[in-house]
């Protein structure tokens, strides 16, 4: 791996660790290098806090005079709750600036870059590009539209079946581990009522890092058989439940002073309006949403071409016909074959094979940020 390559995979590992405690703001991490060696580290912790170029700097000191700085992200360069970055890499004396991606920010996009060459400094972008761009997906699609990302997730077998006749897990430790990590980097989590009786899930995200504050938890119930004793209202965090119109009223005050967000919104043949529930989920602050749903959820969203990825597990386990297939309709499956979602790229994960599968929307935000 040439030496460009390693550094920026170091700060792509230094932002992770503020994945989950960053929002509204993105993941970065810097690491600074003078004469071969590392000589300061950083990363951004959480809003309001210095950015990764700051405490990079600060950890460095005057080692920084004349190094390269790291970015898995191009720098800020316009007045926030803190200054811009690019300011303090002047300061700093740094002559040499790598980045993987350029900012989504229209503030930035470009400015940085430009800023740093207008003082001498080089600049070197297009790094690691695609785990970067990962890394802030929610980000990047906050920053290019007013709208909610929609993440799918669904685990299934070789054969396409979602279940299997056992109560064991069917997809290995590192899939979990990164539905995890989808989830910290999620705003909200959804899933079906049916997944939540059968389940009872937490939806935390302890197996990507213990401590990380839970997302915001969101149900399709469209008949509102929600407990309101459920143990989710017990820590006080944010629960969502989407109902339909003619749900029981009766059902809805109880939840609601169990401290539910109770929201009714019209119902169609298959359950709740999701193309209104994406515009009223947008609209109470949620900017992106992991959904967990089973067959008929997944189904709903792929139908309704609403989903902008889909990230699918696919264990070494052959379910046969008792297993429950994935796609729950009659008809062809013609959100592959009309362009709503294309396979971005295939890797392993543990024994199992990822398949994420974006929108021509997101196919698009990564050809404008990687593209110099």
């Known amino acids: 791996m040439k030496p460009d390559e390693l550094y920026i995979e170091r700060a792509i590992e230094l932002a992770k660790k503020g994945i989950g405690e960053t929002f509204p703001n993105p993941n970065v991490g810097a690491v600074i290098v003078s004469e071969g060696k590392v000589v300061g580290e950083g990363y951004h912790r959480r809003q309001g806090e210095p950015h990764a ?9 005057e080692k920084a005079r004349g190094g390269t700085i790291y970015l898995n992200l191009e720098p800020c360069c316009h007045h926030g709750t803190t200054p811009p970055c690019t300011d303090q ?7 040499r600036v790598v980045f993987s991606i350029y900012d989504p920010d ?11 060459r207008e003082n001498r400094i080089e600049v070197k972008t297009g790094v690691k ?20 990302l929609i993440i799918l997730k669904v685990a299934l077998t070789l054969d396409g079946r979602i279940t299997l006749d056992t109560e ?16 910290a980097i999620s705003e909200a989590v959804a899933v079906g009522i049916g997944t939540v009786k059968m389940d009872n899930p937490i939806l935390d995200r302890r197996f990507f890092g213990q401590g990380l504050p839970l997302p915001v938890r969101v149900v399709f119930d469209s008949e509102l058989d929600f407990s309101p004793d459920s143990s989710w209202f017990d820590d006080g965090e944010r629960v969502m439940i989407y109902c339909t119109e003619n749900a029981d009223k009766h ?20 359950g709740i309006d999701l193309k209104r529930w994406v515009d009223d989920i947008s609209g109470r602050g949620v900017s992106s ?21 889909m990230v699918l597990f696919f264990a070494p386990r052959i379910s046969g016909k008792k297993g429950l297939s994935l796609f729950q309709s009659d008809q062809e499956p013609d959100w592959i074959k009309r362009g709503g979602l ?24 990564f050809e404008r940020l990687t593209e110099d």
């Open 53 to 61: 170029e700051v405490e990079a700097i600060n950890d460095a000191g």
């Open 89 to 95: 890499i002047i300061k700093a004396g740094i002559k």
């Open 106 to 116: 229209v503030r930035v996009r470009g400015k940085g870059a430009q800023i740093l």
């Open 129 to 148: 590009m695609r785990e970067a761009f990962e890394l802030n997906l929610p980000f990047i699609h906050r920053c290019e539209t007013s709208g909610v």
């Open 168 to 183: 064991d897990w069917f997809t290995s430790k590192e899939s979990r581990r990164h539905v995890h990590y989808l989830r």
């Open 251 to 270: 059902s809805m005050t109880l939840l609601e002073k169990a401290g539910a967000e109770v929201i009714p919104l019209p119902g169609t043949c298959g």
């Open 289 to 309: 949403v992991l959904v967990e749903g089973g067959a008929r959820i997944t189904t709903s969203f792929l139908k309704e071409g609403l989903a902008d990825r």
């Open 342 to 365: 294309k396979p971005s790229y295939v890797s392993l994960s543990g024994s199992d094979i990822m398949a994420v599968y974006d929108s021509p929307k997101v196919n698009g935000y």
